[in-house]
C-alpha cells in the first residue's frame, strides 16, 4: 500500500506504518519502506502527507546500519540537498526524521549526529507520560554510536 501511487492509499498506509512503529515492530528493509517514507517527507505540493510522513518515520525503531539497510532507495546526493536546509528548520520531527536518515546513510559524521540529537534532545519540548517524543529514537542512535 505505502507503494501505490494513489494519494489516499498513500495516506492510509504512511498512518498504518507510523503505528506499527510505534508498538515497536520493525518493518522488513527489503522494500525500504523508511526511504519511501523520506520521499514522502518532500511532497511540498502534499504537506499533511509529508508531516504524516515525518512523524512515521521517526516512530520506526531505530536499527544497526550494519545489518540492515534501511533509506537504501534515497541517493546520497538527495539527501544532502535536503540535509542543507538542517539549520533553518523549526520543527524538531522534521530535523529527527533528516538525522534518522543521516544516521543509516552514514551521510555525516556521526560526531556531527551526536552533536545535533544532542541539541534536539535538549531543545525537546516535555511531553505528558505516554506521549511519543523524538527523545526516544535520538537516544537510540545515540545507544549505537556509544553515547549516554
Known amino acids: 500500500m505505502l507503494f501505490s501511487e494513489k494519494l489516499p492509499v498513500q495516506y492510509v498506509a504512511t498512518w498504518a506504518v507510523g503505528m506499527i512503529g510505534m508498538q515497536g515492530i520493525v518493518m522488513p528493509t527489503e522494500s525500504d519502506i523508511l526511504g519511501r517514507l523520506f520521499l514522502f517527507c518532500q511532497q511540498k505540493d502534499q504537506p499533511e502527507l509529508a508531516e504524516l510522513a515525518e512523524g512515521a518515520l521517526v516512530r520506526q525503531p531505530i536499527v544497526t546500519r550494519e545489518t540492515m539497510q534501511p533509506c537504501c532507495s534515497v541517493s546520497l546526493q ?30 555525516i559524521r556521526d560526531e556531527e549526529i551526536v552533536k545535533r540529537a544532542g541539541e534536539l534532545i535538549k531543545s525537546s519540548q516535555p ?17 549505537y554510536l556509544g553515547e549516554p
Do not use: C, S
Open 78 to 107: 538527495e539527501f544532502q540537498l535536503v540535509m542543507h536546509g538542517y539549520d533553518q528548520l523549526k520543527d524538531e520531527v522534521t530535523k529527527t526524521a533528516l538525522l534518522i536518515v543521516a544516521w543509516y546513510l552514514a551521510a
Open 127 to 143: 511531553q505528558p507520560p505516554g506521549m511519543f517524543t523524538v527523545v526516544q529514537p535520538l537516544r537510540e542512535i545515540l545507544n
